[in-house]
């Protein structure tokens, strides 16, 4: 390339200052006055706590949030799988969440019993008793919104006093809690899938995830059972064979007490809050990582309709067609050769995506161009059109899913 004059020189540095002016100085759109819902893709919604603004408000992100879904939606009919990445940010959140729940339920029922004497274990014993059964004694308990009996709370109650009072026989045979658990959630997904429960019941690993995923409800206080710090251990519990109705109960027994401690303030105790300090500031940790649709997923959607960086190929001529634009913009005479470049860039792009270059793309290819010419640009040129490329196909791939989507807006986006 032919050396550039200092007058040129001293243009590329204005054109990159007054980019650089135009994106610090946009004003960013409020979020204040925003409905909590903000649109909706094929009936799904977008909520405005699932978008985190960027320097230009939310507007950009809401529809960077519709494709996404529209993404997930299309490959979950086309049945894209991710490879297990570990727990969610949910997962993670409903799993501190209810460890922290424990921990109030425990230090709560340690201050009521606090002080207190007996004269003999079997006083003890049968005092925890009256008061474990008193405290469990009205709770209403479901999983996936089918009701516990009653009958089956209390048995349970008696498991647990029976492995007090040390009694193996009785404690031994408690397991009719978690086999009505299992039954429930069983018979669910035999009804939805049009089986018998029993083909659902021989495909163990099966079950296994479907109990963690099971909500119940203690006194319409909501949480996964995969999600309790005892589950692990529940659930080796019924495997060897053993009485899991005892764990199961002690859960029951931990939603009650934390609900009676919050209500009571107890949960602004200074050893409450001492004891969960950890916790609570992991679940700050994770509720700030980013939201909405895996990025793993779109990823992995991406790679299936082979819309990655590997499915670009940028040629020899096309590279060469590039430089000339840009000598021509930088060396014309006149208005028309000096938009070389722009027309060049919009009849690429026409022909990938049928669109024209928009204003903020124009901007950041000249930025391109201007850190080029100062030798401060780690980007060459063949990349920036294989990246340029790469993401007109797959405009184009997301405008067609688009045009046969049903979207709403339920923000002003101009």
């Not at 921990?103 to 201050?111: C, D, F, N, Q, S």
């Not at 035999?190 to 409800?217: N, S």
């Not at 996964?224 to 199961?248: C, E, H, K, M, V």
């Not at 819309?307 to 208005?335: H, I, N």
């Amino acid at each position: 390339m032919h050396p550039i004059s200092p007058n040129r020189v001293a243009t590329s540095i204005v054109l990159a200052v007054g980019l650089v002016c135009w994106i610090s100085c946009a004003m960013a759109q409020g979020t204040n006055d925003l409905p909590e819902k903000l649109a909706t893709v094929n009936g799904k919604p977008i909520y405005q706590k699932d978008i985190v603004p960027d320097d230009t408000g939310i507007v950009r992100q809401l529809r960077v949030a519709v494709d996404h879904e529209l993404i997930a939606q299309r490959a979950a009919k086309e049945g894209i799988d991710l490879p297990d990445r570990g727990p969610s940010r949910q997962a993670l959140l409903g799993r501190l969440t209810q460890k922290e729940t424990m921990w109030l339920g425990v230090m709560y029922e340690e201050k009521i019993w606090a002080g207190r004497t007996f004269d003999t274990p079997q006083n003890k014993a049968e005092a925890y008793g009256e008061w474990l059964r008193t405290l469990l004694a009205n709770v209403h308990v479901t999983v996936n919104r089918d009701a516990i009996p009653a009958a089956l709370i209390e048995q349970a109650t008696e498991t647990v006093l029976a492995t007090l009072r040390h009694d193996p026989v009785e404690a031994g045979g408690g397991a009719a809690l978690y086999d009505k658990i299992s039954g429930l959630v069983i018979a669910r997904e035999a009804k939805e899938r049009g089986v018998e429960p029993a083909v659902v019941a021989a495909d163990a690993e099966q079950v296994k995830l479907l109990l963690a995923a099971a909500e119940m409800t203690v006194d319409r206080q909501k949480l996964l059972l995969g999600n309790l710090p005892a589950w692990a251990y529940i659930s080796r519990t019924a495997d060897s064979g053993r009485a899991p109705d005892s764990q199961l109960l002690t859960v029951v027994k931990e939603q009650v007490l934390a609900v009676e401690a919050r209500q009571k303030g107890f949960d602004k105790d200074p050893a409450f809050m001492q004891r969960t300090t950890q916790l609570v500031a992991d679940k700050k940790t994770i509720a700030a990582r980013s939201i909405g649709v895996d990025p793993a997923l779109i990823s992995t959607y991406y790679k299936n309709h082979n819309l990655t960086a590997d499915d670009v190929e940028v040629t020899a001529s096309e590279l060469e067609g590039y430089y000339v634009a840009v000598f021509q913009t930088v060396m014309g005479a006149d208005a028309d050769a000096k938009d070389a470049v722009r027309r060049h860039l919009n009849s690429a792009k026409q022909k990938i995506a049928a669109a024209d270059l928009t204003d903020d793309e124009w901007k950041s290819w000249q930025l391109h161009i201007a850190l080029s010419f100062l030798n401060e640009n780690r980007t060459t040129m063949r990349d920036r059109i294989a990246a340029a490329k790469l993401a007109w196909t797959r405009q184009a791939h997301i405008k067609e899913l688009r045009d046969h989507a049903d979207i709403e807006f339920l923000v002003d986006l101009d």
